[in-house]
């Protein structure tokens, strides 16, 4: 079977056959356990890959279905491979679930994200609060609410590892695109898996991330440093997005623009609320922004 690799003891991945920019090798589907199984992240709407997970899980019984995040690559499996197993899918919520108050307001003026596409059909047999925990053959999961990559982002932990969706990758940074995307939100949720001190990360793409503190601070330096720079081009007068993000993303690979766009955004957006940019018109992508008196 393609892309079908043992992690651990009781842990194997299984990648789809759905690589691009935004999703790297492919979305990784986790099976966890050894008689009743748990699957994290069904991933997209594909035959082959259903068909992967179902030789896989073999006669074992499936006790759960985890769902990361309602991105189409991620969720959009979840009805079938339920149906076939007999599986509850959990998640934190709909699509719409987890949201600020302010993406909330950036939905309502039709402001929609970008990236991955959003699985609008997303219906979680049962919602997870944060720090729920979930019982199956091989032990027990808790549930952790981390929005900022989406509002109803959630990590899975199991034991001394950390599931951790598509908010902590190894091979490259996390789109934020509102209003799906939050970057207040992002930054807290760092923090909270830095606090949870995982022995290792299992991202939704990519490789493990054996050494989680040093991955994750890596992050928040990442941000840290475009906001910076985001403020220092201000310094020079008021800026649109697409002007911003030419001059900080200059080692851009071809047809990432869009995606950075957001990405700054994003970062603008955050950068507002805390009064330390504004914009001449209200907040949304064509606004010209400048920095705050107070800045």
């Known amino acids: 079977m393609s892309h079908l690799a ?3 003891p009781g842990l194997r991945r299984i990648r789809a056959e759905n690589p691009s920019p935004m999703t790297g ?7 966890l ?21 179902l030789h896989a899980i073999g006669p074992e019984q499936v006790a759960c279905i985890l769902v990361t995040h309602s ?17 509850p899918v959990l998640a934190y919520g709909d699509s719409l679930a987890g949201r600020s108050e302010t993406m909330s307001a950036l939905a309502a003026r039709g402001m929609v994200g970008g990236g991955e596409g959003v699985d609008i059909s997303f219906a979680p047999d049962r919602c997870l609060e944060e720090g729920a925990t979930v019982d199956f ?13 989406m509002g109803n982002h959630m990590c899975f932990q199991w034991n001394g590892i950390v599931f951790t969706g598509d908010h902590v990758m190894g091979w490259a940074p996390s789109l934020v695109s509102p209003p799906d995307g939050d970057m207040s939100a992002y930054m807290r949720s760092l923090h909270k898996l830095a606090a949870l001190d995982a022995g290792i990360l299992h991202a939704g793409h ?8 040093s991955r994750i601070a890596e ?3 990442h941000r840290r440093k475009r906001e910076n720079a985001i403020l220092a081009e201000l310094q020079s007068g ?7 993000t030419t001059r900080i993303y200059t080692d851009l690979r071809p047809g990432l623009h869009k995606a950075a766009a957001r990405n700054v955004f994003a970062h603008l957006v955050d950068l507002e609320s805390r009064a330390l940019v504004e914009c001449r018109d209200m907040l949304r992508t064509q606004a010209i922004f400048r920095l705050s008196a107070r800045t």
């Open 238 to 244: 008021p800026a649109t997005i697409d002007a911003l």
């Open 206 to 213: 990519g490789a493990p991330i054996p050494e989680p503190a």
């Open 33 to 53: 356990g050894n008689r009743q199984l748990c699957v994290i992240d069904p991933g997209p709407e594909d035959p082959g890959h259903l068909e992967n997970l």
């Open 219 to 221: 992050l928040i330096d």
């Open 6 to 8: 043992e992690l651990a």
């Open 137 to 149: 053959g091989d032990g027990q999961i808790t549930a952790h609410w981390t929005p900022g990559h």
């Open 25 to 31: 090798d492919g979305t990784n589907t986790y099976i």
């Open 71 to 87: 991105h189409k690559d991620h969720s959009m499996l979840a009805p079938a491979l339920s149906h076939a197993t007999g599986a």
